[in-house]
């Protein structure tokens, strides 16, 4: 993998060089090279975005049928495992917007934040 801060670096030290045919020739490399990064991270960057807002969209469906089964629960008009069906679906999607999540970030230090939410979660 290319370093690309080697890769701007190199560029702006020649940038500052005397124009000439070979300082041109690796600009124009360094540029392509450049433009090509940016291109894949944008590309990446849209691809995760479209995956992460995917799942997050699957959660309120989810929730609304659980609600749904809740309700005719409590009204008698179904069994508990109806409910429990709705609430497992629900719970799957969370778990799978917080695995996607986990899975698209950059640093450890955001993977560190949802591990540290997760070991931190506390029910009364």
């Not at 360094?30 to 090509?36: D, H, K, P, S, V």
């Not at 109806?82 to 993977?111: C, P």
Request: charged share 25%.
């Amino acid at each position: 993998m290319i370093d690309m801060d080697l890769v701007e670096e190199t560029i702006e030290e020649l940038e500052n060089r005397p124009t000439n045919f070979d300082t041109c020739a690796k600009l124009a490399s360094l540029y392509i090279i450049r433009e090509q990064n940016k291109n894949a991270n944008l590309s990446r960057n849209t691809n995760v975005q479209s995956q992460v807002t995917k799942e997050l969209n699957d959660i309120l469906p989810g929730y609304e049928a659980y609600v749904q089964k809740k309700l005719q629960f409590q009204m008698g008009e179904i069994g508990i495992e109806a409910v429990t069906t709705a609430f497992k679906t629900l719970v799957t999607e969370v778990s799978e917007f917080l695995h996607i999540l986990y899975n698209t970030t950059d640093t450890v230090e955001e993977q560190k934040l949802l591990i540290y939410m997760k070991e931190n979660l506390k029910f009364n």
